[in-house]
């Protein structure tokens, strides 16, 4: 495990980020509440770019801008092959696939329901894909 994602496994489990999905970040005009996707945690804490507030999802802007996948960036900073976090085995180090035939990104755990800390442990144990060229998936 990386210095960056370090990073991102404390910040996962300090309690210090609600839990969203379906985008990196949602904040609420009405109130300072703001939910995150693990992915969005990640960028918050890179101090690669800043968040513009938008109406379906904030887009996290930088030399590119987001609202669902990790921006370039941030992706180079963890050292991650593709800007889902691509979820590899840990003996043979192949991309897992779901049974849709889709590959499990950290971006599909959060959105079915994995807890921060859960997806925090998959960080831990080094089954995120490494790489600086983008994935094939």
């Given amino acids: 495990m990386n210095e960056a994602e370090s990073k991102l ?14 985008v990196l970040r949602n904040s609420f005009l009405h109130t300072s509440d703001k939910f995150y996707c693990c992915l969005g ?27 669902t996948s990790l921006t370039l960036n941030v992706r180079k900073w963890l050292h991650w092959s593709h800007e889902g976090g691509l979820v590899i085995h840990p003996v043979t180090r192949d991309v897992l696939m779901s049974a849709d035939g889709g590959p499990i990104t950290l971006m ?13 442990d998959i960080i831990q144990a080094n089954m995120i894909e490494h790489g600086e060229e983008p994935s094939s998936f």
């Fill in 9 to 22: 496994v404390e910040a996962l489990r300090s309690g210090k980020y609600q839990q969203g999905r379906q």
């Fill in 41 to 67: 945690v990640a960028c918050e804490i890179s101090g690669l770019g800043h968040w513009e507030i938008r109406s379906i999802g904030d887009s996290f802007v930088e030399e590119t801008d987001s609202r």
């Fill in 108 to 120: 599909r755990l959060n959105d079915s329901e994995f807890t921060f800390p859960q997806i925090a």
